[in-house]
């Protein structure tokens, strides 16, 4: 009888462990998408998606950059995201290049360089920032 407490107890806990788990895995798929998303809006060229892949105080930021491109072609070379929680917010890397062309001449960014920070904000993920900035 004990023993078999004990085996639908651990059945229990375990069950929990994996549901927890499937929600942290899609919230750090969400976190990724919208660091993608952020990427392939700046090679598009759209500042409206890109704020809106912004939180708040980052959008000035963003807003920058968005103006530091917007006189260059810009493509994207293997672009994927992964992220890593921290706290509430999440770490995410990203590999891949952004290349930008100035006539002849491309200069290709390593974005593996800049982890990004994706916070939640307003229900949504939103990019807010530099790792260690």
């Known amino acids: 009888?004990?023993?078999?407490?004990?085996?639908?107890?651990?059945?229990?806990?375990?069950l929990f462990l994996i549901i927890?788990?499937?929600?942290?895995?899609?919230?750090?798929?969400?976190?990724?998408?919208?660091?993608?998303?952020?990427?392939?809006?700046?090679?598009?060229k759209d500042e409206n998606a890109m704020i809106n892949l912004s939180c708040s105080d980052w959008e000035a930021d963003t807003k920058l950059m968005y103006d530091?491109?917007?006189?260059?072609?810009?493509?994207l070379d293997n672009l994927s995201c992964q992220q890593t929680p921290k706290d509430e917010d999440f770490i995410v890397s990203c590999t891949g290049n952004l290349i930008a062309s100035y006539g002849a001449e491309k200069l290709e960014i390593d974005i593996a360089e800049r982890p990004l920070v994706v916070i939640e904000e307003g229900g949504e993920w939103r990019v807010c920032g530099y790792h260690g900035e």
């Open 20 to 44: 927890i788990s499937g929600c942290r895995i899609d919230q750090t798929s969400e976190a990724a998408q919208a660091a993608e998303q952020y990427y392939q809006a700046l090679v598009k």
């Open 68 to 75: 530091s491109f917007a006189a260059v072609e810009l493509t």
């Open 1 to 14: 009888m004990i023993q078999k407490k004990l085996s639908i107890n651990v059945s229990i806990i375990l």
